[in-house]
C-alpha cells in the first residue's frame, strides 16, 4: 500500500504513513462483524433511539432485580421501565412463585402500587378502591352492580413474562414473547450455571444515577478494557495492566448472537497499600494471589488462566454480570432517552462472618465507587461533544470487539435482520496476553 500526502500551511504535500491493517486476534474469528468504523449518529439520533424501544427493549428479556428482594408471599417491589413506557409490579405469591404485572388498575388506568417495595396481602388501587390478590386477579369491586355485563374474571391485572434465572428475575413486556427467557439468553446463560450467585449474594452495595449520555455510549465504556490503564491510573493504577499486559488484553473471547463474554488479566503481584493490604488478608476485591480455579464451574474462566482476575459477561440489551472467585457485581442501563440513562452498579459479597470481612468488602465498596466516578465523568463529556457532528465515524480496535458485537446486534434488530450465530473454529485459545495458557479439558 502506498502512502499518501496531506498539504500543510505552506502549500507543499508532506507525506503520511500507510493506514495500519491492524492486528485482528478477535475480529478474525467473527467475520461477520467486520472491521470497519462505528458510525457516531447511533449516540444521537432520535429516529435510532425509537426504533430501540420498539424493536428491542419491548421484545427482550430485562433484567429487573434478584429473588433476594422477595424473599416471603406478599413481597413486591416496583420497577419502572421508561423505554417500554411501563411501571412493573413485580410480587412473589402464596404459592412461592414470583410474578410481574403492568403496574396498572382495570378500571380507568391508575398506577396501582404507588410504594416502591414492601409486603402486601393485596394491593388496592387509591382511585376507585379496586383490590387485586398477589396473583394479579381481582378481588374485590366497589358497587359493582352497577357495571354492566361485567365479569370480575375477565378484570385482573396485565401479566407480563416473568421468569428467574440464577436468582435474577427477568421480565420480557411482549405479549407473546418469541422465545423463554432460557432460551434467549442461549450458550450465555449454560455457561453460568454452576456460579455460586445465591451464596455470594449474601451483602450487596449498589449505586444508581442518572448520567446524560446516550445509553449506548454507557454501555460501550464497561464492555471494553482499552481504556483501563489511562482512565483507571488513580483508582487502579496497576490492577489489571502490567509489564506483561499494559494495554489490558483479554484473555479469551465468547461471542453469542446477542450476548459476549470475556475473561479479563490481573496483576496478581500487585504491591497492595497498607490499607489494601489489611483488605487481602480478609479476601480480596477481584485480584488474588491464590486463586483456585476449582472453586468455579468449567465454563468460567475457561481456559484456566493463572493471571485470570474476571469474566464480563453482557447479557443483551443493558445488563452486566461480571464474576470472580468471591465476589461479582452488576451493572444496568436503562435509557430514559437519547442522551439521558440511569445507571445502577451493585457489588455482590457472601454475608460476612467476622469483622476482618466485613472490612475487605467495605474496602471494596470504596474502591468500585471510586472507579466507576472516574467513568461516570468521563461518558458525560462524551455525549456533550457527540452531539457537536465533529466527527461522524470512530475507528474500533480489535481489543474493543464486544463494542462491535454490540452494535451489530442492535442495527440487525432494529432493522429486523436476522442475527448470525457466531461460531470459534479455534474453540479458547489459552494463550492469553502472553501465550502461555492451557485448556481446560
Given at each position: 500500500?502506498?502512502?499518501?500526502?496531506?498539504?500543510?500551511?505552506?502549500?507543499?504535500?508532506?507525506?503520511?504513513?500507510?493506514?495500519?491493517?491492524?492486528?485482528?486476534?478477535?475480529?478474525?474469528?467473527?467475520?461477520?462483524?467486520?472491521?470497519?468504523?462505528?458510525?457516531?449518529?447511533?449516540?444521537?439520533?432520535?429516529?435510532?433511539?425509537?426504533?430501540?424501544?420498539?424493536?428491542?427493549?419491548?421484545?427482550?428479556?430485562?433484567?429487573?432485580?434478584?429473588?433476594?428482594?422477595?424473599?416471603?408471599?406478599?413481597?413486591?417491589?416496583?420497577?419502572?421501565?421508561?423505554?417500554?413506557?411501563?411501571?412493573?409490579?413485580?410480587?412473589?405469591?402464596?404459592?412461592?412463585?414470583?410474578?410481574?404485572?403492568?403496574?396498572?388498575?382495570?378500571?380507568?388506568?391508575?398506577?396501582?402500587?404507588?410504594?416502591?417495595?414492601?409486603?402486601?396481602?393485596?394491593?388496592?388501587?387509591?382511585?376507585?378502591?379496586?383490590?387485586?390478590?398477589?396473583?394479579?386477579?381481582?378481588?374485590?369491586?366497589?358497587?359493582?352492580?352497577?357495571?354492566?355485563d361485567f365479569q370480575r374474571g375477565d378484570h385482573g391485572m396485565a401479566?407480563?413474562?416473568?421468569?428467574?434465572?440464577?436468582?435474577?428475575?427477568?421480565?420480557?413486556?411482549?405479549?407473546?414473547?418469541?422465545?423463554?427467557?432460557?432460551?434467549y439468553l442461549g450458550g450465555m446463560g449454560e455457561s453460568l450455571t454452576?456460579?455460586?450467585?445465591?451464596?455470594?449474594?449474601?451483602?450487596?452495595?449498589?449505586?444508581?444515577?442518572?448520567?446524560?449520555?446516550?445509553?449506548?455510549?454507557?454501555?460501550?465504556?464497561?464492555?471494553?478494557?482499552?481504556?483501563?490503564?489511562?482512565?483507571?491510573?488513580?483508582?487502579?493504577?496497576?490492577?489489571?495492566?502490567?509489564?506483561?499486559?499494559?494495554?489490558?488484553?483479554?484473555?479469551?473471547?465468547?461471542?453469542?448472537?446477542?450476548?459476549?463474554?470475556?475473561?479479563?488479566?490481573?496483576?496478581?503481584?500487585?504491591?497492595?497499600?497498607?490499607?489494601?493490604?489489611?483488605?487481602?488478608?480478609?479476601?480480596?476485591?477481584?485480584?488474588?494471589?491464590?486463586?483456585?480455579?476449582?472453586?468455579?464451574?468449567?465454563?468460567?474462566?475457561?481456559?484456566?488462566?493463572?493471571?485470570?482476575?474476571?469474566?464480563?459477561?453482557?447479557?443483551?440489551?443493558?445488563?452486566?454480570?461480571?464474576?470472580?472467585?468471591?465476589?461479582?457485581?452488576?451493572?444496568?442501563?436503562?435509557?430514559?432517552?437519547?442522551?439521558?440513562?440511569?445507571?445502577?452498579?451493585?457489588?455482590?459479597?457472601?454475608?460476612?462472618?467476622?469483622?476482618?470481612?466485613?472490612?475487605?468488602?467495605?474496602?471494596?465498596?470504596?474502591?468500585?465507587?471510586?472507579?466507576?466516578?472516574?467513568?461516570?465523568?468521563?461518558?458525560?463529556?462524551?455525549?456533550?461533544?457527540?452531539?457537536?457532528?465533529?466527527?461522524?465515524?470512530?475507528?474500533?480496535?480489535?481489543?474493543?470487539?464486544?463494542?462491535?458485537?454490540?452494535?451489530?446486534?442492535?442495527?440487525?434488530?432494529?432493522?429486523?435482520?436476522?442475527?448470525?450465530?457466531?461460531?470459534?473454529?479455534?474453540?479458547?485459545?489459552?494463550?492469553?496476553?502472553?501465550?502461555?495458557?492451557?485448556?481446560?479439558?
Amino acid at each position: 500500500m502506498s502512502a499518501t500526502a496531506t498539504t500543510n500551511a505552506n502549500g507543499s504535500a508532506t507525506p503520511q504513513p500507510p493506514p495500519r491493517s491492524g492486528r485482528a486476534k478477535w475480529t478474525s474469528r467473527y467475520p461477520h462483524l467486520g472491521t470497519g468504523p462505528l458510525p457516531a449518529d447511533v449516540f444521537t439520533s432520535k429516529e435510532q433511539f425509537e426504533l430501540e424501544r420498539e424493536h428491542i427493549f419491548k421484545k427482550v428479556w430485562l433484567n429487573v432485580g434478584r429473588i433476594e428482594q422477595v424473599p416471603s408471599a406478599g413481597d413486591f417491589f416496583v420497577f419502572d421501565i421508561a423505554m417500554c413506557e411501563t411501571s412493573i409490579l413485580v410480587v412473589r405469591g402464596a404459592d412461592g412463585a414470583v410474578r410481574a404485572f403492568h403496574n396498572m388498575c382495570s378500571h380507568r388506568g391508575n398506577k396501582v402500587c404507588w410504594d416502591r417495595a414492601g409486603n402486601r396481602k393485596s394491593f388496592t388501587c387509591k382511585f376507585h378502591g379496586w383490590v387485586y390478590g398477589l396473583d394479579g386477579e381481582l378481588r374485590h369491586v366497589p358497587d359493582e352492580e352497577h357495571f354492566f355485563d361485567f365479569q370480575r374474571g375477565d378484570h385482573g391485572m396485565a401479566p407480563v413474562a416473568c421468569d428467574v434465572w440464577e436468582g435474577f428475575i427477568f421480565v420480557n413486556v411482549d405479549p407473546a414473547p418469541e422465545e423463554t427467557l432460557a432460551e434467549y439468553l442461549g450458550g450465555m446463560g449454560e455457561s453460568l450455571t454452576g456460579y455460586p450467585f445465591g451464596e455470594f449474594s449474601g451483602a450487596c452495595a449498589s449505586w444508581s444515577t442518572e448520567v446524560r449520555a446516550n445509553w449506548k455510549a454507557v454501555k460501550d465504556a464497561f464492555q471494553e478494557t482499552y481504556h483501563v490503564a489511562f482512565l483507571h491510573k488513580t483508582s487502579i493504577p496497576d490492577s489489571f495492566t502490567g509489564p506483561g499486559n499494559p494495554h489490558q488484553h483479554i484473555l479469551d473471547l465468547r461471542l453469542y448472537p446477542r450476548h459476549g463474554s470475556a475473561s479479563l488479566w490481573g496483576n496478581a503481584e500487585i504491591q497492595p497499600s497498607p490499607a489494601a493490604a489489611i483488605a487481602f488478608r480478609h479476601g480480596a476485591f477481584l485480584l488474588r494471589k491464590d486463586f483456585d480455579a476449582g472453586n468455579l464451574p468449567p465454563s468460567v474462566n475457561p481456559t484456566d488462566e493463572k493471571d485470570w482476575v474476571l469474566d464480563l459477561n453482557v447479557i443483551f440489551p443493558c445488563f452486566f454480570v461480571d464474576v470472580s472467585e468471591g465476589s461479582y457485581f452488576t451493572h444496568n442501563f436503562w435509557p430514559l432517552d437519547v442522551d439521558r440513562t440511569i445507571w445502577t452498579s451493585t457489588q455482590y459479597f457472601p454475608k460476612p462472618e467476622t469483622a476482618g470481612q466485613r472490612y475487605n468488602q467495605e474496602y471494596g465498596h470504596v474502591l468500585f465507587r471510586d472507579i466507576i466516578l472516574e467513568d461516570g465523568n468521563t461518558l458525560e463529556q462524551t455525549q456533550s461533544m457527540l452531539r457537536s457532528g465533529a466527527k461522524t465515524e470512530f475507528p474500533i480496535q480489535d481489543e474493543e470487539i464486544l463494542v462491535r458485537h454490540s452494535h451489530y446486534v442492535v442495527d440487525q434488530m432494529i432493522h429486523g435482520r436476522p442475527l448470525a450465530t457466531p461460531s470459534r473454529s479455534h474453540g479458547p485459545t489459552g494463550n492469553g496476553a502472553n501465550g502461555n495458557g492451557a485448556s481446560r479439558g
